[in-house]
């Protein structure tokens, strides 16, 4: 089964950035779309960012609208989720999936926390 490999998360002041990557362990695995869903504590999870494979479509959540940008790279077969202008309230851990081309069968990774100090 595949295994979605995540990095990136860590501590950063409010008004910094990080970025994530997320890359499936196998490289010939085939994604229709890839991204990223949050998680705070005691909340539910929700939806921050996707980008289809094929054609490079982003779709993004309001909250993150003009700070976060979900970009591909076909040859490396990795996502990333560059996060600028942090806030205290992006603290969660994110996880990233994938969904397999030509399937729903979605995949996720074990999730990397982000903290953002005030």
């Known amino acids: 089964q595949v295994q979605l490999v995540e990095s990136g998360g860590g501590l950063v002041q409010a008004g910094g950035s990080l970025r994530l990557s997320c890359a499936p362990s196998?490289?010939?695995?085939?994604?229709?779309?890839m991204g990223w869903f949050r998680q705070a504590p005691g909340k539910e999870r929700d939806f921050v960012a996707r980008?289809?494979?094929?054609?490079?479509?982003?779709d993004y959540a309001d909250f993150v609208k003009g700070r976060f940008t979900i970009s591909r790279d076909n040859d490396k077969n990795t996502a990333y989720l560059q996060m600028n202008s942090l806030k205290p309230e992006d603290t969660a851990v994110y996880y990233c999936?994938?969904?397999?081309?030509?399937?729903?069968?979605?995949?996720w990774g074990q999730g990397t926390q982000v903290t953002v100090s005030s």
């Open positions: 999936y994938t969904r397999a081309r030509g399937t729903t069968l979605d995949y």
């Open positions: 196998e490289r010939t695995f085939s994604s229709s779309v």
């Open positions: 980008i289809t494979w094929s054609g490079g479509r982003t």
